[in-house]
């Protein structure tokens, strides 16, 4: 089976400074591999998903992550913190569970604190 | 995409007894997955409940104390039996695409067993 590993619990940021939240994964193959972001109290809401296109993949509040198979990674950033960024964010990969869906194997997660 | 309604959103139940929860898909899906988040946890796959046969458990998870249904192609239910304050925990219940492997959650169920 596949999964990933978030390297950090929490990770705490000013505003307007950038956002590092690290994520490596483990594959027998090519994967599929997502981020999600979970606000107090919110659904899960899905930032970006890299599924063996482009490996620089974008995602919505201008976050972004690099898919790079030699370091097994899919680190997800942001140039710029905002307030509103604070949140539980997941890193995940998908594993096919049969030829009509998918199970996803859900990281640890980080909790993100955006400080004034 | 697929919209997911979880019903209910909330519940406080004492210990002993069971709460079904129920989930709708306003499309039609082969698969639905049930996972669970304790608090301050990530999410953890309960079963995957494929429609006109049994359900699939994941290690850890048994068939009489999580039954699920799958009645039809948009909807499923998971119950939680004999429930006890180690079961109190978020619920959700998500879909995913056959040709896109993006999954959708419901809003979940927050159950606190007391």
């Known amino acids: 089976a596949q999964s990933v590993t978030q390297l950090d619990s929490h990770v705490s940021v000013s505003e307007g400074t950038p956002v590092l939240l690290r994520c490596n994964y483990s594959?027998?193959?090519?994967?599929?591999l997502f981020w999600y972001v979970q606000h107090p109290n919110k659904g899960l809401q899905l930032l970006l998903k890299?599924?063996?296109?482009?490996?620089l993949v974008k995602g919505i509040n201008g976050f972004e992550a690099e898919f790079k198979k030699s370091e097994t990674s899919f680190h997800l950033t942001k140039p710029s913190a905002h307030m509103s960024d604070a949140a539980e964010y997941f890193c995940?990969?998908?594993?096919?569970?049969?030829?009509?869906?998918?199970?996803?194997?859900f990281g640890k997660g980080t909790s993100l604190l955006v400080t004034p | 995409s697929a919209v997911i309604s979880q019903k209910p959103s909330r519940d406080i139940c004492q210990r002993g007894t069971s709460l079904t929860i129920q989930c709708q898909v306003d499309?039609?899906?082969?698969?639905m997955f049930w996972y669970r988040q304790q608090p301050g946890q990530s999410l953890t796959l309960i079963a995957t409940?494929?429609?006109?046969?049994?359900?699939?458990?994941e290690s850890g998870f048994v068939i009489d104390k999580f039954p699920i249904s799958r009645p039809n192609l948009t909807f499923s239910t998971l119950t939680v039996s004999n429930m006890s304050p180690e079961d109190s925990s978020i619920y959700l219940c998500?879909?995913?695409?056959?040709?896109?492997?993006?999954?959708?959650f419901g809003q979940g169920t927050r159950l606190t067993v007391v």
């Open positions: 998500s879909v995913t695409g056959t040709s896109d492997t993006e999954a959708f």
């Open positions: 409940a494929n429609q006109g046969s049994e359900a699939t458990y």
């Open positions: 890299y599924t063996s296109a482009a490996t």
């Open positions: 499309s039609q899906v082969t698969m």
């Open positions: 995940v990969v998908s594993d096919r569970y049969s030829n009509s869906g998918y199970a996803l194997n």
């Open positions: 594959s027998s193959y090519s994967p599929s």
